[in-house]
């Protein structure tokens, strides 16, 4: 959470800082602020609220010309979303300027002990708190990197801190821990930032910054140490995406186009991982074959939309390779004593790489020898790196705070995992991973025709938009596919939206159900198990209490007629693949929904993308 810009080089810092928040706004948008250096001064802007805010803020109050700045945009933790707890923070000689993203821990005890000496602090934030001891250290005369490293090893928690030093114009210094931070590399300049989309207009030359590195840019130069003062190994890559990826390219949202751009992630996180023979290959998996037949216990961890798709896994995984699997809530999962040992394997999954909590369960699974393989959107994010291998979906970015296309490339990303398990252990033969594998390959086309047909579900968002509440029911698969639909309404729309396995509402839930509630119905297809008629079931429980019945169903499932008010017509695909075409319309109702309200639908209240904190 939060998003950091850092610039130094010829072009105006003002326009790349606010440019690059602008594209990181996704990640916190409590307030906004800028810091520049300029003919030895330092200048800092800043204002509670969006951007646009601190636009109005800059046009009123203009900030000098400048080649050095460094900004900010916030997602609060300590202190209320106020122009006093925005960023930069400045120190009390009014020479340094600092951003931080992440949570410091011993911030309360080192405040004390600094006002103890005297020093007003001028927020509520743990953040000043670091700009306070920079400005105390380079005050003893030491260089802007030297203080860094200081203050790095003084602070516990999380943190990415980026300063400038006012009597330093040549230099931008930053420190990483467990939060993220990378570099943009240009010619004559160079950029830092909490993520690649803000430098991607001027270069998609990147270095990942490691766990507790400082970085020191010049225009020139980047030099990397570790805390401990040692040189540090950096890993430089491509950014194989471009700037059109990360604008919405003629849509109202960043969530509709993503939505929109689901057909193709699929495809993408599919291409090259099938064998000229038919069989599939994941080359990134770095855990032998013969690891890979010892696992007894896989455990999937993972955080909200992420969790969902984790779900979905559980069937197919434990269906195919027949090996038990769980699946876990991140934050959840290292404070209950998880059973895992190294015959374990742990999947975490997670679009940015991020989460907290999730990076939080690798480390403790780690720890217990487990193998852990990350599914992860973001390249050399830190869940990635820290685990023994790494799948990735290459959905591209994902920017609304919604995830869509993050999910269903996570879901394709687990079918290969478990298709390839079961090729590994011979728990299927060939010829029916291939059979999977074809269905997976038609994916994208079904997805395609989905949103083709998209319009009743449209013209539904309209109707529903006052409705106080709405429920979504589904089992086996279908039941993770209701969480996500509740999901999606809850954040993006605020109504109160709840999902539920349809065979679980006689135990409490039906109770909620009274004429006109709308409920969504997540039918599977028809197969050799019953599946589908206690589905049919379930629905008569709800219409004969009234509900409003709004029902998934296969293209020719005629059954579902006489007690359906709507019927959204889904293309034919085997049951464990039902989620990819299932979830489609329900994202697409919750972006409408949202959108009839006039709410902001990618950067919807209280919400950022990647929940950086624990
Ligand atoms: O980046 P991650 O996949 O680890 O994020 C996990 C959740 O924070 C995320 O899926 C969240 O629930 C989304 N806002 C849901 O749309």
């Known amino acids: 959470m939060c998003g950091i810009v850092g610039y130094l080089g010829p072009r105006s810092a003002q326009s790349v800082v606010i440019e690059g928040l602008r594209r990181l706004e996704y990640r916190g948008y409590d307030s906004a602020g800028i810091a520049v250096l300029s003919d030895g001064e330092l200048a800092t802007r800043k204002k509670a609220g969006k951007i646009a805010n601190l636009d109005a803020e800059l046009l009123s109050n203009p900030i000098p010309e400048a080649g050095i700045g460094i900004g900010h945009t916030r997602w609060a933790t300590h202190g209320g979303p106020t122009d006093q707890n925005a960023h930069p923070h400045v120190s009390a000689d009014g020479r340094v300027a600092l951003v931080h993203n992440g949570i410091i821990e011993n911030f309360a005890q080192l405040r004390q002990k600094l006002e103890a000496r005297g020093m007003e602090f001028t927020s509520e934030t743990d953040s000043e708190v670091a700009a306070q001891l920079l400005g105390v250290e380079l005050a003893k005369g030491v260089g802007l990197v030297e203080g860094m490293h200081t203050v790095a090893n003084t602070l516990n928690g999380a943190f990415t801190l980026v300063a400038v030093d006012r009597d330093d114009p040549d230099r931008v210094v930053a420190a990483r821990r467990n939060s993220p931070l990378v570099v943009g590399v240009g010619e004559g300049e160079n950029f830092l930032a909490s993520d690649v989309a803000a430098f991607i207009e001027f270069t998609r030359e990147a270095i990942e910054l490691g766990q507790d590195q400082i970085v020191e840019i010049t225009r020139d130069a980047v030099v990397v140490t570790t805390f401990d003062g040692a040189e540090a190994e950096v890993r430089p890559y491509h950014v194989d995406w471009d700037l059109a990826a990360a604008e919405k390219g003629g849509y109202d949202w960043f969530m509709r186009k993503e939505i929109y ?122 869940i990635p790196r820290e685990s023994d291998a790494v799948i990735y979906t290459h959905a591209g970015p994902e920017i609304g705070v919604a995830s869509t296309k993050g999910f269903l490339t996570q879901v394709v990303a687990c079918y290969l995992l478990g298709l390839y398990l079961a090729q590994v252990r011979g728990t299927k033969f060939g010829e029916e991973i291939r059979e999977v594998m074809h269905e997976l390959q038609t994916m994208p086309e079904k997805v395609q025709r989905v949103l083709d047909d998209i319009q009743p579900m449209l013209d539904l968002a309209q109707e529903f938009s006052e409705r106080p509440s709405v429920l979504f029911i589904g089992r086996h698969v279908g039941f993770p596919v209701a969480l996500e639909g509740a999901l999606k309404l809850k954040e993006i729309s605020y109504l109160h939206a709840e999902g539920f396995p349809a065979g679980e509402l006689k135990h409490g839930a039906i109770a909620l159900v009274e004429p006109g509630l709308p409920i969504f119905v997540v039918v599977p297809p028809k197969g050799r198990d019953q599946l589908h008629d206690k589905v049919i079931s379930n629905i008569q429980e709800v219409r004969a209490r009234g509900a409003y019945t709004i029902v998934l169903a296969e293209d020719d499932d005629l059954e579902v007629e006489p007690y359906s008010d709507v019927v959204f017509r889904l293309p034919k695909v085997p049951t464990l693949l039902q989620p990819l075409v299932a979830t489609v319309p329900l994202q697409m109702f919750a972006c409408e929904l949202a959108t009839q309200k006039g709410y902001d639908v990618d950067q919807p209240r209280n919400l950022a993308k990647s929940v950086t904190v624990e």
């Open 261 to 382: 751009e689901q057909p193709q992630a699929i495809a993408d996180t599919l291409l090259g991982r099938i064998a000229p023979d038919g069989s599939l290959q994941l080359d990134e998996i770095h855990i032998t074959d013969n690891e890979l037949r010892r696992v007894t216990k896989i455990v999937i961890v993972a955080c909200g939309t992420a969790f969902y798709a984790g779900m979905v896994a559980k069937y197919a995984i434990e269906h195919w390779t027949r090996i038990a699997c769980e699946v876990e809530i991140a934050s959840e999962f290292r404070y209950r004593d998880p059973i895992i040992d190294p015959n374990t394997l742990v999947v975490t999954i997670s679009q940015s790489g991020e989460t907290a909590d999730t990076l939080m369960a690798v480390r403790h699974a780690r720890e217990q020898h487990a193998k852990v393989i990350a599914i992860c959107n973001t390249n050399g994010a830190t």
